[in-house]
């Protein structure tokens, strides 16, 4: 029945083979000079059955920048982003039209497996949630399911420097073998980014990562984002103004489905071109 | 007849008692319902209570005793030489006295004085009757007055009338409980009257079981073994052999339903399922009897083996069927109780469906669904009627799965039917299985809910 040796297991998805963000072959558009474009969407719509939660929406993310999406709750932040690894393909009812391209391919095309897409697309819930397994198993399992590692000493490896990464190693590099769920809130969700840096995505997907945590947690978080920014491009979506503001070096604005404003995080708070956004960040809605 | 006309009259009492409350607290309430502590509803039922309770209470007494105490009268005015007559040839005349009385048909000739007896009996059970109708009328009148007088702005009749359910609640469920114990134990009596009879080691490690016991002294053969170790395994063999049916088709379908099965498919499959588990158990014996049965001796034959008419392996195929829709629908609970947060963060690291579901959904899922497998199994152990027709009488100790064996609830069932004297260890027999029936069945029903709601607080 369950299985947990993945040895054993027929691999679906070949090891991933796409080439190290470094080396850009791909064609990319440059957008207002400030680097390479990860993801480019342009015109995406998304429904919810007949219901239109998102309008055309054009956003550009660059390479190992922050992007935070902002506004009012229910306003498609989580929607959008869920769009980026098409996570909105496991609703049976969610539709999305428009294209969006990672490195210039689009994401939606016959040649992008999805498996593959979501292990270049990792992604942190709202809620932390790991799952009922080990520390350990519980950071191995993207590794285990994508081949990544040929031997048990490299899945060691690969465990050690995620928690590295996540800055969770040290308070946990005692009791690997001991349950995931018994964590604190903010280790939890601390395990949860390491469990996405495993698999070594390229972007890394946020929504709330920090809301259902206490304010040290989020200090904590929000530290590791601006580390993890190197080597990754992070979008994150918060429903906190000073958190985009201090983590994030683009801004979106959503607004009822539609991005009113997009642009420089400096910008879109020192100097918001849309009122709507003007009204949203000095707290007269929302 | 007489009787349910007095019910029926104190019930349409009760019911005017409703509606006399009801109007009097809105008369009371002088058309401002505020002033009152109750809705007029709650008025109306305090005073049907008071109608209702102590009349029917005496007329459940009165019933319940009307026999005892007419026969004690009638009894007492039969003659000395009667009376001193032993208790069981007292009940013989007691019941001529009463078929005579209703004009049945007597087991002796009719004397004057039985005549004379029968017609007391008559007359008392009359009298009795016309005393308990005018005490319980007048007490429902006077109930329904008491009540009504009673309404006044300040009383508190919701509150009284909601303790009253409650108290009736109470009572309802303690006889529930209050048979339960006494079914429980009147088997451990039973079996300890049978343990007197047959050491305890040999009931439980004996391996023959052949429970005739000689009629005469003289009989030849029949000394009655009562070795259960054959019955159990034989019962174990077919549990085990449903739930390799079970087990599998019950996972995998529950899978399929909660995981892959389209809203609209599954809104058709799983009532579909759940029909299954209606069908009639006796259906699935003359199934098992008559169809499976010889496709598998018939199957068997073809390919060289020798399968009995009556294999364990009919049964056990038949009644892993059966328990199909358990396994199914506590495994489908429990996998859809499974937060969607964790397929979603599997999902999100390119993990497809099937690696989803053996590597984060049936591990979370597990101990839900290991203790759906130990209540299918305590079906699987009880389950009486297929194994009735299809699995044979013959108590084999094998767990060769062609061959005919028996098990525990057949043998009950064979030890009891036909006529039995009571006290026999044949029929004692009976209980000592039950007993141990009952007592395997209550462990794995224990530890499976323990197992199921530990599991189910995981993830409160
Ligand atoms: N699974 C779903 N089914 C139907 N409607 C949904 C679903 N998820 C989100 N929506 C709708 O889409 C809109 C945007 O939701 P969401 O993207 O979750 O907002 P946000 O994350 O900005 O709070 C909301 O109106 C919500 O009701
Ligand atoms: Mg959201």
């Known amino acids: 029945m369950a299985d947990s040796t993945p040895q054993a297991m027929p691999q679906e998805a070949a090891p991933i083979s796409e080439p190290p963000p470094a080396a850009e072959p791909l064609k990319t558009s440059t957008d207002s000079g400030n680097g390479a474009v990860k993801f480019a969407s342009r015109k995406v719509c998304v429904y919810y059955g007949e219901k239109q939660a998102l309008f055309d929406v054009d956003l550009d993310v660059l390479k190992n920048k922050v992007t935070a999406l902002i506004g009012p709750s229910g306003c498609g932040k989580s929607t959008y982003l869920r769009c980026l690894n098409r996570m909105n393909d496991t609703i049976p009812i969610c539709r999305v039209t428009g294209e969006i391209s990672l490195d210039g391919v689009d994401i939606h095309s016959k040649a992008v497996d999805v498996v593959h897409l979501r292990a270049r697309v990792g992604m942190v819930f709202q809620k932390p949630n ?45 009791r690997l073998q001991e349950p995931g769920t018994g964590l604190s809130g903010g280790q939890q969700q601390r395990l949860c980014i390491a469990r996405a840096v495993a698999v070594e995505p390229e972007v890394i997907l946020m929504d709330e990562p920090c809301s259902a945590l206490d304010p040290i947690a989020t200090a904590r978080i929000e530290e590791l984002i601006d580390e993890l920014r190197e080597n990754y491009t992070i979008v994150i979506v918060t429903h906190s103004m000073q958190q985009a503001a201090r983590v994030s070096q683009r801004t979106g604005f959503f607004h009822l489905g539609e991005l009113v404003e997009f642009g420089e995080t400096e910008q879109i708070f020192t100097n918001p071109q849309d009122e709507r956004t003007q009204g949203y960040i000095t707290g007269r809605f929302g | 007849m007489q009787t349910a006309i007095l019910a029926v009259t104190l019930a349409v009492l009760t019911i005017i008692g409703f509606y006399m409350g009801r109007s009097r607290s809105v008369s009371v309430a002088a058309g401002n319902l505020r002033r009152l502590h109750s809705l007029p509803g709650y008025y109306g039922y305090y005073v049907a209570l008071w ?3 102590p009349a029917f209470a005496v007329l459940a007494t009165w019933l319940s005793l009307e026999t005892t105490i007419v026969e004690t009268l009638v009894i ?21 006295i009463r078929n005579l009385a209703s004009g049945n048909i007597v087991s002796r000739e009719v004397d004057p004085e039985l005549q004379a007896a029968a017609e007391r009996y008559q007359s008392l059970r009359q009298t009795g009757f016309l005393a308990a109708a005018a005490v319980t009328l007048s007490l429902a009148i006077a109930g329904l007055a008491w009540g009504r007088r009673l309404i006044g702005p300040g009383l508190k009749a919701r509150n009284q009338v909601e303790t009253v359910v409650r108290v009736f609640l109470i009572v309802s469920s303690t006889i529930a409980i209050l048979t339960t114990i006494g079914i429980v134990l009147s088997l451990l009596f039973e079996a300890i009257r049978f343990f007197a009879l047959v050491s305890p080691l040999e009931f439980l490690f004996g391996l023959k079981w052949s429970p005739q016991t000689a009629l005469r002294a003289d009989q030849v053969g029949s000394s009655g073994l009562f070795g259960a170790i054959p019955l159990f395994s034989g019962t174990l063999l077919i549990s085990f052999i449903a739930m390799c049916v079970a087990g599998p088709a019950g996972l995998l379908s529950a899978v399929y339903m909660s995981e892959y099965a389209h809203p609209r498919m599954r809104a058709v499959a799983k009532p579909i399922l759940e029909i299954l588990a209606g069908i009639p158990t006796v259906v699935y014996g003359f199934f098992a009897a008559l169809t499976v049965a010889p496709f598998f001796r018939n199957t068997g034959a073809g390919v060289g083996l020798e399968i009995s008419s009556e294999s364990a392996l009919a049964a ?7 328990i199909i829709p358990f396994v199914s629908s506590i495994s489908d609970d429990v996998i859809t109780a499974v937060p969607q947060a964790m397929r979603e963060g599997s999902y999100g690291l390119g993990a497809t469906r099937s690696e989803t579901i053996r590597q984060v959904i049936i591990p979370a899922a597990l101990p839900g669904i290991v203790g759906g497998f130990l209540l299918a199994m305590s079906r699987a152990i009880g389950e009486t009627m297929i194994v009735v027709m299809a699995a044979g009488l013959a108590a084999n100790l094998t767990v060769n799965p062609f061959e005919a064996v028996t098990t525990v609830t057949v043998q009950i069932v064979t030890l009891l039917i036909g006529d039995q004297e ?14 141990m029936l009952f007592c395997v069945t209550l462990c794995l029903n224990v530890i499976a809910l323990h197992v199921v709601n530990k599991y189910r607080e995981q993830y409160e």
């Open chain 2, 51 to 53: 109608c209702g309770i």
């Open chain 1, 130 to 174: 790991p799952f009922p397994k080990s520390i350990y198993d519980n950071i191995a399992y993207g590794p285990r399911i994508h081949g990544i590692a040929s031997s048990k000493g490299e899945l060691d490896d690969i465990v050690q420097s995620s928690l590295e990464k996540a800055g969770l190693l040290k308070e946990v590099h005692d």
């Open chain 2, 422 to 435: 009571f006290d026999s260890a044949k029929t004692l027999a009976a209980f000592a299985l039950g007993l």
């Open chain 2, 316 to 322: 056990g195929v038949v009644m892993g069927i059966m």
């Open chain 2, 76 to 96: 007492a005015s039969l003659p000395e030489t009667t009376q001193a007559l032993p208790e069981s040839r007292l009940n013989l005349l007691i019941n001529d």
